[in-house]
């Protein structure tokens, strides 16, 4: 009996556990715009775009243009609970003239983002490369 009763509490806690670590990574969730803007640099164009973000149970999914055609950028990752998120990064060079060493349009690249989401507003920036910075902001419901 005792043994049926403290396996009984033993789930019980861990369900609980579970839920709570559910609820965290789920505060996220919707739609975001995501703005992406990469200064001039290293003889490159600047250039900024917006394209929306989705986020369900704390991972994030983003994408812009058609995908595996020149321009096409993909965002993916996991937010963690308190709001960290180490994202990635996977595209396609759209011209030129916006690429750092003038890679030919149609070059995939790919680079990881460190982003911190809190409240209603996210911000990231790109880890390796050029110098770009995110802004994330949730849509309403």
């Not at 993909?74 to 994202?87: F, H």
């Not at 507003?121 to 309403?140: D, I, L, Q, Y």
Request: glycine letters at 14%.
């Amino acid at each position: 009996m005792k043994k049926t009763f403290l396996l009984g509490i033993g789930i019980a806690v861990l369900c609980t556990s579970a839920a709570r670590a559910n609820d965290g990574n789920s505060r996220f969730d919707g739609v975001w715009d995501t703005i992406l803007s990469c200064a001039n640099t290293d003889g490159a164009l600047g250039y900024s775009f917006k394209f929306p973000s989705t986020v369900k149970d704390g991972v994030l999914h983003g994408e812009k243009g058609v995908k595996n055609q020149p321009g096409w950028l993909q965002i993916d990752g996991e937010i963690k609970a308190d709001g960290a998120a180490d994202l990635y990064a996977d595209g396609i060079v759209g011209a030129a003239p916006f690429a750092v060493g003038q890679r030919p349009k149609g070059t995939p690249y790919n680079y990881h983002i460190d982003a911190k989401f809190s409240g209603a507003s996210r911000t990231g920036h790109r880890v390796e490369g050029r110098s770009c910075n995110m802004t994330f902001a949730k849509k309403p419901s």
